[in-house]
């Protein structure tokens, strides 16, 4: 049973910074898309940034655009989420899976496309 893992949250203040990594025991991360999602409290769950299998070409939502860079390291077969400017709304559990059905990312994340969430990784921003 594949299962990604999820780790790098914690507690920051507003404008601070995190990075948070996404790695696959036993599962090659290469060749497939990765996404970046969360869940805020009372909220569903929304899709945040996505990479490419290649690695070429990324999308964000429009609420992190220019604050949360995504990357991949092949070497590590790890991906990243360098989270930067926090905000009290970018409070949430965040999760990171595989998309099983396109290599490429779609503007607005497709989440039944994605398979083997990990338990997430809790960010607070708070004063």
């Known amino acids: 049973q594949v299962q990604f893992v999820e780790s790098g949250g914690g507690l920051v203040q507003p404008g601070g910074s995190l990075r948070l990594s996404c790695a696959a025991p036993?599962?090659?991360?290469?060749?497939?898309?990765i996404g970046w999602f969360r869940r805020a409290p009372g909220k569903e769950r929304e899709g945040v940034s996505c990479i490419s299998n290649s690695g070429g070409s990324e999308t964000y939502a429009d609420s992190v655009k220019g604050r949360f860079p995504i990357s991949r390291d092949k070497a590590k077969n790890t991906v990243y989420l360098q989270m930067m400017d926090l905000k009290p709304e970018d409070t949430a559990v965040y999760y990171c899976?595989?998309?099983?059905?396109?290599?490429?990312?779609?503007?607005?994340?497709?989440?039944?496309?994605?398979?083997?969430w990990g338990q997430g990784t809790q960010v607070t921003v708070s004063s």
């Open positions: 036993g599962f090659t991360l290469d060749g497939y898309a």
């Open positions: 899976a595989a998309n099983l059905v396109r290599g490429a990312c779609t503007a607005v994340a497709r989440t039944y496309e994605y398979a083997y």
